[in-house]
């Protein structure tokens, strides 16, 4: 198995553009969280989804960012428009319905300047 | 709020002896806490989880402990080795599923 596959890796945008992040789950599995990390505040829940339903989208920061799940094993996070405080590392991270054990992504190191 | 602390200094700790992290939680009662490890430039991954109802999980050269009345979880790396350096981050888990990290420890392991 390839693991939770992300892309881009690396994202360098100017101030206002529209920045999307993908994620690819491990097959099999049904959950998917989006995080979001930096020095100042560490790794924080932005939203995830069980069944490509949205179950908690409170660490969303604001209407800025949005997230979907065409279908059961790719999500999409979007920025729109992107600020330079948005500058981070995004992980996704997928499990199987049950368990307790999250595999995350390699993550994508968005830069807004 | 509910917060997850963890000690933000860097531990520095010879190789050989054991590497003990700790992880504190305030205003909540987790159903169980989760050690994942982080290498620089890569996403966190699972070593351990620890259940509300037990006290104590092992794992190898792993342990972890889980105190309910203090509010704190220790994570335990006996006979350390320096590619057991790395950022070591906790994670409590509610029964509604929500999910919340501490910012990490770096531990360094010195030869």
């Known amino acids: 198995d390839a693991g939770v596959i992300q892309s881009p890796r690396h994202e360098v945008t100017e101030m206002g553009q529209e920045v999307t992040l993908r994620c690819k789950l491990i097959?099999?599995?049904?959950?998917l969280f989006w995080y979001r990390q930096t020095m100042m505040r560490g790794l924080e829940l932005l939203i995830y989804?069980?069944?490509?339903?949205?179950?908690?989208d409170s660490g969303m920061p604001e209407d800025r960012f949005s997230a979907k799940m065409p279908n059961a094993s790719f999500s999409t996070l979007k920025i729109q428009p992107s600020e330079p405080r948005d500058s981070a590392v995004y992980f996704c991270?997928?499990?199987?319905?049950?368990?307790?054990?999250?595999?995350f992504g390699p993550g994508t190191r968005l830069t807004v300047l | 709020s509910q917060k997850i602390e963890q000690n933000s200094e860097a531990l520095n700790i010879q190789e050989g002896k054991t590497a003990t992290l700790t992880c504190n939680y305030t205003?909540?009662?987790?159903?169980?806490l989760q050690w994942y490890r982080q290498d620089p430039g890569r996403g966190p991954v699972f070593l351990l989880l620890?259940?509300?109802?037990?006290k104590e999980k092992r794992k190898e050269r792993l342990k972890v402990t889980f105190d309910t009345t203090l509010k704190q979880s220790l994570f335990h790396i006996t006979a350390s080795q320096p590619a057991d350096s790395a950022t070591y981050l906790c994670?409590?888990?509610?029964?509604?599923?929500?999910?919340?990290f501490g910012k990490g420890t770096r531990l360094h392991i010195l030869p």
């Open positions: 205003n909540y009662s987790p159903a169980y």
């Open positions: 991270a997928s499990r199987l319905a049950g368990a307790d054990t999250q595999y």
């Open positions: 994670a409590s888990q509610n029964r509604d599923d929500k999910i919340i």
């Open positions: 620890i259940r509300e109802n037990e």
């Open positions: 097959s099999g599995h049904n959950s």
């Open positions: 989804f069980n069944n490509n339903v949205p179950i908690d």
